[in-house]
């Protein structure tokens, strides 16, 4: 006897959109979670809650021309789709493309979403037309940030679960899926003892008991691999180098990728593991929450960016441009981390850390605290990382500057010499006197500023990184930091999971990060900003709505 219609294993965001899609068509819905109801909502609670919208009214406002062509010619630069398992990939990135173009917008306006009016400019690309990056801003910030974009979903979801539509079972980790006759009909597993640890934090996976549930159709929306780094190392890229030796963790440690494993012992074909998003910009987290937590700086486009030995990165390597090209030639330096160096005047405007718990103005929508960002100081919360984060080397001059870096090095990384790192420094500093000028990271960052979002929050008047009046000098130690899986379950437009000679597995549906966010790798080689919880919204909707109709 079935347990529900439906089986979601996974309550981030793209298990509660599937949920409430599914049961909003009549289905009902078994929900279920290793961790505890404490981290429903998932890695999504932690985002900085940026959604990829095209040709929006907040674009318009701000005198941003896009449109649908000019988001899928970006699309497909970025992801330089060139493999025969691309086709559902690119398929539904062409119907996610629609879709933020489309209605996305207005769906979630209507649950009661809103966005922060300035339209950020994320991953500005390579400096190709036909390249990787976004040719305009398209980086909606929600208004609440993470848990913002979580709470319409978690509303819909306890609203049906009060009405006994969807049961919760939490502290269920699933071992396997349940296959009779080639369908996938249910899940089993362990029940783990109580956690009451705080969201994020790890907890016990002590099993106290066995489950069996049964369904008509299973949904996975499990995740990613970013929590577990010698996984990441694993399926690590030789496009991308060799893997890092150490990196921070952008994900909790249940950021497994357990299922992709078991659903794939059931016959579900995973392709592009080998795609995988992680970042540049990392900094050990002076408070964690997680182990080896990790924050990410969004950065403006000012700091100076240096390699471990003090070279100064090449164009298009500058901060914000291009995440995974950046990556790739830190990777040839043969050291996990690199250095920014910038001044007082760049971090007041240009700091931003990623997560809600690093943004509490726009989490905690306080516009008193959102308005304070336009006026002189760093955001506390970067201000605490200045104070507190081992990390930062804050400096009066270039040569204690120079002495504080060494001291944080890496023991078998060549010291930077203060002779060096001036003569670059003042080379730099002189094309700022002009207008116009032949350093193409100064011309970007005048670029930057014709853009009035820009010019208003995210980018510092250009100076000279040594005048006095803009210091003190400041050098951060940057770290890899481990994130997304781009790759997965390779799903049909329905999210239906397909088996190896390309027929789809009867009742196995997958959505969000273990799906790559839509067939299996939507974003190919690379990621536009805005697309991870968009892609979880989206593949959630479409499996939710098409296990419904399956089921009925």
Known sequence: MADADIIVVGAGLAGLVAAAEATDAGRSVVLVEQEGEQSLGGQAFWSLGGLFFVDSPEQRRMGIKDSRELAWQDWLGSARFDREEDRWPRAWAEAYVDFAAGEKRAWLRGMGHRVFPLVGWAERGDGRADGHGNSVPRFH?????????????????????????????????????????????????????????????????????????????????????????????????????????????????????????????????????????????????????????????????????????????????????????????????????????????????????????QNPDLTGKDIKLVLSRVRGGAPAPVEAFKRHGADFVVAGDLTELVAGMNKLADPDAPAIEEPALRTLIEARDREIGNTFTKDAQVTAIRGARNYRGDKLSRVATPHKLLDPKAGPLIAVRLHILSRKTLGGLESDLDGRCLRADGSPLPGLYAAGEVNGFGGGGMMGYNALEGTFLGGCLFSGRVAGRAAARAVG
């Open 141 to 357: 910030i929600t208004w609440g940030t993470g848990p913002g974009v979580i709470a319409p979903f978690e509303r819909r979801v306890r609203a049906h679960s009060g009405s006994g539509r969807i049961r919760f079972a939490f502290r269920h980790r699933v071992d396997a899926l349940i296959v009779d006759d080639g369908a996938v009909i249910g899940v089993r597993g362990q029940v783990l003892e109580p956690a009451a640890e705080d969201r994020g934090r790890p907890t016990s996976r002590i099993a106290v008991d066995d489950f069996e549930l049964r369904a008509q159709a299973v949904i996975v929306t499990s995740g990613g691999i970013g929590g577990d780094h010698d996984l990441v190392r694993k399926v690590w890229p030789a496009r991308l180098g060799t893997p890092p030796r150490t990196m921070v963790a952008g994900v909790p440690a249940y950021v497994d990728g357990r299922m992709l494993g078991i659903s794939e012992a059931a016959g579900a074909r995973v392709i592009n593991p080998d795609r995988m998003w992680h970042y540049v910009e990392g900094l050990r987290n002076w408070d964690p929450i997680w182990d080896d937590h990790g924050i990410r700086i969004l950065p403006g486009p000012s700091s100076l960016w240096l390699d471990a030995t003090g070279k100064r990165l090449p164009a298009p390597y500058f901060p914000g441009f291009d995440t995974l090209g950046t990556l790739r030639h830190l990777r040839r330096t043969g050291y996990d981390y690199s250095w920014f160096v910038l001044t007082q005047k760049i971090i007041e405007k240009e700091f931003a850390l990623s997560g809600s718990e």
